[in-house]
């Protein structure tokens, strides 16, 4: 486009040069052509320094409206900005469907320059998500983390340094908006109830526009109520020093739930487990101190236990688990015994106390 701007202005001043060429022998002819360029150029400053930006201006702070939100156009248009980027949506075909490969080089080129991705979409636990499962008719929860798990393998693409640019979180607010933003514009659409928003009319605005302005506080605010996709996806647990009773190294693990119970998938469980058959290991869940939990390796003639586990675990995170750990709560006067147990002169006391607490574990 811009080349052939260039090849249309190149001819034009062929011509207008051929034209003052071939008129330079009439009479005044340099008093004419001065006496007509003048107010040429006076007009033409006028119109790029006052009538072309107002116009530019209403151009932009117009509303455009587009039949359905293009997933392709916008991948350009991240691809070729510095700025920031936002999707606000339930979930997004933009992530997980024909379009995921090309955003996410579209992603990632806007990484390298300095942009910041942010993506919020809807907590797949939460009421909200069931009931626009409902509205839809779709299984909204395994689509939100289909995108969630896509939007991880692109993090693990990313240098480690650029990671923190690409932030994604899941609210548990009643859908209202979905938002696709790319620099100073961006595409908005109210949800229908029958169909994806994708597929419904768009409105694009420009960010200062009251209509951008309203958008862009509503994504503030639900970013600022929103959690972590860590929260969403594992579980931060640390091991329990039986003798000190101070906490280990954190680990951010894969869990899925089960009628309440937490159950974590994770070899280090496991070998931590096979070391000490001998006392109970116990850890802590999500920084708390205030109870500690046990751990207990599923055995495998909990067949039917094993088998809603694995399915969870694979609808969950898009991979298969063949061992699971049951988190059990766990007293804190049993722990207390256990510590005294290995205490320096408290060997009799353990003693004594050691069939009390085995016996009421068997019960």
């Known amino acids: 486009m811009r080349r052939g701007v260039l090849l249309l202005c190149a001819v034009i001043g062929v011509v207008a040069g051929m034209c003052i060429w071939f008129a330079r022998g009439l009479p005044d002819f340099r008093e004419n052509l001065l006496l007509n360029l003048a107010p040429e150029m006076l007009t033409t400053m006028v119109t790029l320094l006052v009538i072309q930006p107002v116009l530019t201006r209403l151009e932009e702070e117009r509303v455009r409206e587009h039949l359905r939100l293009d997933y392709p156009s916008f991948c350009d248009k991240v691809a070729q900005t510095g700025d920031i980027v936002c999707v606000l949506d339930t979930f997004s075909y933009l992530l997980s469907g024909a379009s995921a490969m090309r955003f996410a080089e579209a992603a990632r080129t806007a990484i390298r320059r300095g942009a910041t991705v942010r993506?919020?979409?809807?907590?797949?636990?939460?009421?909200?998500?069931?009931?626009?499962?409902?509205?839809?008719?779709?299984d909204v929860r395994r689509e939100v983390m289909r995108n969630l798990r896509e939007l991880r393998r692109l993090e693990a693409q990313l240098p480690e340094e650029q990671r923190d640019r690409l932030q994604v979180r899941v609210y548990a607010a009643a859908p209202s908006i979905q938002l696709y933003r790319c620099g100073e514009r961006m595409m908005v659409s109210f949800y229908p109830v029958d169909r994806l928003s994708g597929e419904g009319q768009q409105?694009?605005?420009?960010?200062?526009?009251?209509?951008?302005?309203?958008?862009?506080?509503?994504?503030?605010?639900?970013?600022?109520?929103?959690?972590?996709?860590?929260?969403?996806?594992?579980?931060?647990?640390?091991?329990?020093?039986?003798?000190?009773g101070e906490s280990g190294s954190p680990m951010w693990l894969e869990y899925v739930d089960d009628d309440g119970v937490l159950y974590l998938s994770?070899?280090?469980?496991?070998?931590?487990?096979?070391?000490?058959?001998?006392?109970?290991?116990?850890?802590r869940v999500d920084g708390g101190t205030e109870q500690d939990h046990e751990l207990e390796l599923i055995d495998t003639e909990e067949v039917a236990l094993l088998g809603r586990l694995r399915a969870a675990f694979t609808e969950k995170y898009g991979v298969d688990a063949e061992v699971f750990v049951r988190i059990k709560g766990l007293p804190r006067a049993m722990i207390e015994v256990t510590s005294a147990e290995r205490a320096p002169g408290g060997r009799g006391t353990a003693e004594s106390q050691r069939g009390s607490v085995r016996g009421s574990a068997e019960r």
Do not use: C, K, Y
């Open 203 to 244: 409105l694009e605005v420009r960010i200062t526009t009251p209509l951008g302005s309203f958008v862009s506080e509503r994504f503030a605010e639900l970013w600022s109520r929103s959690r972590s996709v860590n929260e969403v996806l594992t579980r931060h647990v640390q091991f329990v020093d039986p003798d000190t």
């Open 119 to 138: 993506v919020m979409l809807l907590d797949p636990d939460s009421m909200a998500a069931r009931q626009r499962s409902h509205e839809l008719s779709a």
């Open 266 to 283: 994770d070899q280090r469980l496991v070998v931590e487990l096979a070391r000490h058959r001998d006392r109970p290991v116990t850890v």
